[in-house]
């Protein structure tokens, strides 16, 4: 289990010169997983790499990060890892926070293991001040054994400060096949879910086996959040049971086993992710155990706001069924939970910032088809709390806000309106859903056959149809997304990179300009 040395926070050594020369070039080998940064600061980043452990067994040498604003490494800061700190039950992962950084400094870091260099990674520290702009981008959904990551390579190339993962990192259960060749994924355990430690360490270390992953993961800092799969299918947590239900898991139900799950997952997840977040495994409340909900600040250009929309829910309402009418419970279930809103409001509230972007997982505005829902484990399923959402931006006056979402495997860009019927008055903020990286979308399921449609395509009309606020939306993508923010405008653009080819190019599918308060403009 882990404790609260969790992360080991590091002063900056030394600095010396050295010549670099003998330090080119990338070593799987030594570095698997290659290298990453994580949750960026003013003045600090969480570093992260994984040492082979065949080659660490064998030799069981300290390992030595080296970090410079140079990208020839002409002068670097060193900071040593003890040999004894690299062991399994971080299953050969570094994690350090570094502090003293320099705001808005593009800084270069690479680890060197017994003389062999990883890659070279680069992270920029959050800007102070007035930054005229600032871009980031933004993804979800990333199932390994579903497409290729040619998406990350494009977004290596991408000028961005951060990338924010929406989450779906991995998937905790192998679907089927593999829709490409390569790509197939067999869990220690021998099953089709993973259920041990071993199985999440596995498909953590499987997806970033992959080189675009890699090379997005050097060359910007991620700030991750997560999405159900992570753990299990659809959870939400029982209050009065203190437990997690997992829909159609072997451990649904099973309060010990769910729970047991739980450790694990969060173990495997912070095992892989450059994140700094809150963990206390040993609180008696599982609510307690990890917090993962943060906020990020880019001078006064643009306040980040990452809420967890998994671990503080309660279940789905009616069940999960889709049908409408009749079902109250939406108006009764919480997404964020009482603690995590009360959080979200005060950092909505917080004034000094031109835009405010919120890292939410799942779909925002109301999607009704042929009088069915889309999805009650989004939003519709909690439409009291997302009517206390839209009341308190209206009576703050808050509408400066971009909702970024994922989760749904679709493009959609959407005006939330101050109320969901055709004729709404104002625009409260805008939503932009980046499609799924790599999963399964509607184009290649079945599901919208219980809508009336025809196929993906007229779901898709019916929907914007059906729901004015929804301006654009796209089933058969895949890709990412990017925002820029001026002080004016935030401006949204969503590339569609074809997860079926290895070396696809990318296309700008929709762009979706906000000015607050206004109508989104689409080109
Ligand atoms: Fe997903």
Not at 246 to 255: D, M, Q, T
Not at 482 to 499: C, N, Y
């Amino acid at each position: 289990m882990l404790t609260r040395r969790e992360f080991i926070s590091v002063p900056l050594l030394y600095l010396l010169a050295r010549n670099l020369e003998a330090f080119a070039g990338d070593t799987p080998e030594v570095f698997p997983q290659g290298v990453a940064s994580g949750d960026p600061t003013q003045d600090s980043v969480v570093l992260w790499t994984r040492i082979e452990p065949k080659v660490h067994e064998s030799m069981k040498r300290d390992l030595v990060l080296e970090i410079s604003t140079k990208p020839d490494f002409s002068e670097v800061v060193q900071v040593r890892v003890p040999a004894d700190r690299i062991n399994p039950s971080r299953d050969y992962t570094v994690r350090l926070t570094i502090d003293g950084l320099k705001p808005g400094g593009t800084y270069y870091y690479r680890f060197v293991y017994a003389d062999v260099p990883s890659l070279t990674g680069r992270f920029k520290t959050l800007p102070v001040g007035s930054p005229e702009e600032f871009r980031f981008a933004f993804i979800t959904c990333q199932n390994y054994a579903d497409g290729y990551y040619s998406a990350f390579r494009h977004i290596s190339q991408e000028d961005v400060g951060f990338v924010v993962h929406l989450g779906d990192q991995i998937y905790e259960k192998i679907y089927g096949p593999p829709r490409v060749p390569g790509r197939d994924l067999n869990l220690p355990s021998g099953g089709k879910i993973a259920l041990t430690l071993e199985d999440y360490l596995y498909l953590y270390r499987t997806y970033l086996s992959d080189k675009d992953y890699q090379l997005a993961r050097a060359m910007h800092p991620f700030i991750y959040i997560w999405d159900d799969h992570e753990y299990a299918n659809d959870y939400s947590y029982d209050y009065e049971g203190g437990y997690y239900l997992l829909p159609g898991h072997p451990f649904y139900r099973k309060k010990v086993q769910s729970l047991a799950l739980r450790r694990i997952a969060i173990q495997a997840w912070l095992t892989y992710t450059p994140a700094k977040v809150k963990v206390d495994l040993d609180s008696r409340d599982p609510l307690k155990w990890i917090t993962i909900y943060r906020d990020f600040k880019v001078g006064d250009l643009l306040h980040l706001i990452c809420t967890d929309e998994r671990s503080y829910r309660t279940p789905q309402p009616c069940n999960r069924r889709y049908a409408d009418p009749g079902c109250p419970e939406q108006r009764k279930t919480s997404m964020l939970g009482k603690e995590q809103k009360a959080w979200f409001f005060r950092k909505l509230e917080e004034k000094g910032y031109h835009w405010k972007v919120w890292a939410n997982e799942v779909q925002f505005v109301q999607g009704r088809v042929n009088g069915l829902f889309g999805s009650l484990d989004a939003w519709d399923g909690y439409a009291g709390e997302r009517e206390e959402i839209i009341r308190f931006l209206e009576s703050k006056a808050i509408d400066n806000l971009v909702i970024i979402s994922g989760d749904r495997h679709a493009g959609l860009v959407a005006e939330v309106p101050d109320k969901f019927e055709g004729d709404y008055q104002k625009v409260l903020a805008m939503e932009f859903m980046t499609p799924a990286l790599s999963s399964i979308s509607a184009a290649e399921a079945t599901w919208w056959r219980d809508y009336g449609v025809s196929s993906h395509v007229e779901f898709a009309q019916v929907e914007k149809n059906q729901n004015p606020w929804t301006k654009y939306l796209e089933h058969k993508i895949w890709g990412y997304s990017v925002l820029t923010l001026t002080k004016d405008r935030a401006v949204g653009e969503m590339f569609s990179v074809d997860k079926y080819k290895k070396d696809a190019e990318k296309e700008r599918a929709v762009r979706a300009v906000y000015e607050r308060g206004k109508r989104i403009t689409l080109l």
